[in-house]
């Protein structure tokens, strides 16, 4: 079990990677936001549509675990998600704001988990033992690796770009 500090850092780093997700996407030159580092790896616009999805799972998976009995979380294939629903073809600013929505209703119930909702356990589909601390260990830094993704990205267009120049 995590220390109540260790929870608050979390939480809070949770609370704060919609800023860091949105600074990172503010650097991306509109030239650079659909180009993907290698045809296996996303965009800037891909990933933000996948966090999008991510974060609506998310809300869910959190909810299931500290309401629920017996609960089963779904995996899923988010690379397949990504090809399927055409992430390139869907807009980025509903997918903005319902990361921003999902995380700004997520965090007033964190700040208000005693020791025994985080202690709830559920079986993922792919991982086996699920708790409600493993799910805010994953979702706390979810958003900051996908900012750093982004700024990788922007990093390698710009590599790309001057050596073609």
């Not at 929870?7 to 659909?34: C, I």
């Not at 998310?58 to 090809?83: F, H, M, N, P």
């Amino acid at each position: 079990m995590l220390t109540m500090t260790e929870r608050a850092a979390l939480v809070e780093q949770y609370a704060d990677g919609m800023a860091k997700l949105t600074a990172a996407l503010a650097t991306v030159p509109a030239a650079a936001l659909r180009w993907r580092p290698a045809p296996s790896e996303w965009s800037a616009h891909e990933i933000i549509i996948h966090c999008a999805d991510s974060e609506t799972n998310s809300a869910g998976r959190i909810r299931y675990l500290l309401a629920e009995r017996d609960v089963q979380i779904i995996g899923y294939d988010q690379a397949a998600w990504a090809v399927l629903f055409d992430f390139h073809a869907l807009p980025l600013e509903p997918a903005l704001a319902t990361i921003e929505a999902v995380r700004a209703n997520t965090v007033p119930l964190l700040e208000r988990l005693d020791e025994a909702a985080w202690a709830r356990t559920g079986q993922h589909s792919e991982s086996g033992r699920y708790s409600a601390e493993d799910w805010l260990q994953i979702y706390a830094e979810h958003l900051d690796l996908h900012a750093a993704q982004i700024e990788q990205n922007v990093s390698a267009w710009r590599s790309q770009t001057a050596a073609l120049s």
